[in-house]
């Protein structure tokens, strides 16, 4: 008996209106209308009435608000609800490189990245020779309760023959703690259907309603994978000067794995653009020699080979990017969406307008704290410095529009792209 096929989409003249609306800001031609769009998260839910706990525990309610949220807010493009992190799978995985809303911070807040050394300083040669094993057998057990049994598996490389797979991997699969792990994975595999048949629909019902989601692939800079995951911000620093050829290493390392992972994503979900949020290569972290030796070529490479794949980068550049626009004068000219956060705006139009179109930068603090008249007046001044090519895309700064941002403000925004950011 036959399956029943899935029915094929095809999109509305909204949705392909919306698409190419931002598809033209992107390659420097001038839009109808100067584009909306947003990788807001806890806002949708918490504008929907939901708590960040409840977002992150319950995903129909979650689904319901951020549905009807892109609707209501009628952005260009759909914040993607991936970026609502299920609670329950943390949960059954004792992830403990988070802290979250529900389980161990108050109902409203984010959830919070947990940074600490899971690859020591002493262990870059073991990681080095042998990725894979590494990451399973030491770095998970590091990173989730669930998974600490992994540590007592012997190294991988053992188990390449039909003996040594039969007599010590079926016995080590055979011990108590692997066999209680086997059964706790398979409740985080089901739980996470859950979650992914939720995010499917989310999109599905959002393209049907005529609004593109923004971005599903992702990827990180190379040096920001290493300084995030495995080393720390204190460890890569100190890496830099005391072990800087092993350091560079495992950026090339990553570099290839970062191009490969992003170019499968983007293919499987059939969504072109990849985000890449840069967490430390903003001037408040590294000087210029130093981004140049360590971060900008596994991030420059990173864009390049997605450029040449036909995808199109969004590098989120986190914090003052001022220093680094010489950098991003580098790139080739309308193929990469930049967002920014802090930033010389007169600065940024003089070197990067005529190659990248900037995305941002209303500041989250005026859309926190301050009224929409303030909002109003930003919005006129970014589009009148960059909206004469077409380079521009509005949003608020860091985390687009902040969870705490007050509704007046986010709709002040948007009235003013309506009215003003007509072409």
């Given amino acids: ?37 947003s990788m807001a998260s806890f806002f949708m839910t918490r504008y929907g009435g939901l708590t960040n706990a409840e977002a992150m525990y319950d995903y129909e309610r979650m689904a319901a608000a951020w549905i009807a949220g892109a609707q209501k807010l009628n952005w260009d493009m759909a914040p993607p609800a991936f970026t609502m992190f299920p609670g329950p799978v943390w949960e059954k995985l004792g992830i403990k490189t988070f802290r979250w809303p529900g389980h161990d911070l108050p109902e409203n807040l984010p959830y919070q990245f947990v940074e600490e050394e899971y690859m020591l300083e002493d262990e870059y040669d073991e990681f080095l020779s042998n990725p ?35 007599m010590l991997g079926a016995a080590f699969a055979g011990a108590p703690p692997i066999i209680n792990m086997l059964k706790q994975i398979i409740e985080v595999g089901e739980e996470m259907n859950k979650w992914n048949a939720t995010q499917a629909r989310i999109g599905m019902e959002l393209a049907q309603l005529g609004y593109p989601i923004i971005t599903i692939a992702f990827a990180q800079a190379p040096f920001d994978w290493i300084g995030d995951m495995f080393r720390g911000l204190r460890g890569v620093m100190i890496d830099m000067y005391r072990q800087p050829d092993k350091l560079k290493a495992a950026i090339d390392i990553f570099t290839d794995f970062a191009i490969q992972s992003a170019i499968m994503g983007a293919q499987q979900s059939g969504n072109p653009r990849v985000f890449i949020p840069l967490h430390r290569g903003s001037g408040g972290f590294l000087s210029n020699e130093q981004f140049a030796e360590f971060y900008w070529p596994g ?5 390049l080979a997605l450029i040449d794949a036909g995808l199109t980068p969004m590098p989120y550049l986190e914090g003052d990017y001022t220093p680094r626009l010489e950098f991003l004068a580098e790139l080739p000219a309308g193929k990469i969406l930049g967002h920014f956060d802090v930033i010389d705006l007169k600065k940024a139009k003089e070197v990067i307008g005529d190659v990248m179109c900037f995305w941002g930068n209303v500041p989250a603090s005026m859309l926190v704290t301050g009224n929409p008249q303030q ?11 960059f909206g004469d090519n077409g380079g521009l895309i509005v949003d608020g700064a860091v985390d687009g529009v902040p969870p705490e941002s007050k509704p007046e403000n986010v709709e002040a925004m948007i009235e003013t792209v309506f009215e003003y950011g007509v072409n």
């Fill in 299 to 303: 991030l420059k490479k990173l864009m």
């Fill in 375 to 385: 909002v109003k007046d930003y919005v006129k001044k970014l589009i009148d410095i």
């Fill in 132 to 166: 894979a094993d590494f990451v399973i057998r030491k770095m998970m057990p590091r990173m989730s309760s669930t998974l600490q049994p992994l540590g007592i598996l012997p190294p991988l490389h053992w188990l390449s023959s039909g003996y040594t797979l039969t």
């Fill in 1 to 37: 008996m036959e399956q029943p096929q899935a029915p094929v989409f095809v999109p509305s003249p909204e949705y392909l209106a919306r698409e190419k609306r931002f598809n033209d800001a992107i390659a420097l031609r001038k839009p109808d209308r100067v584009p909306l769009a």
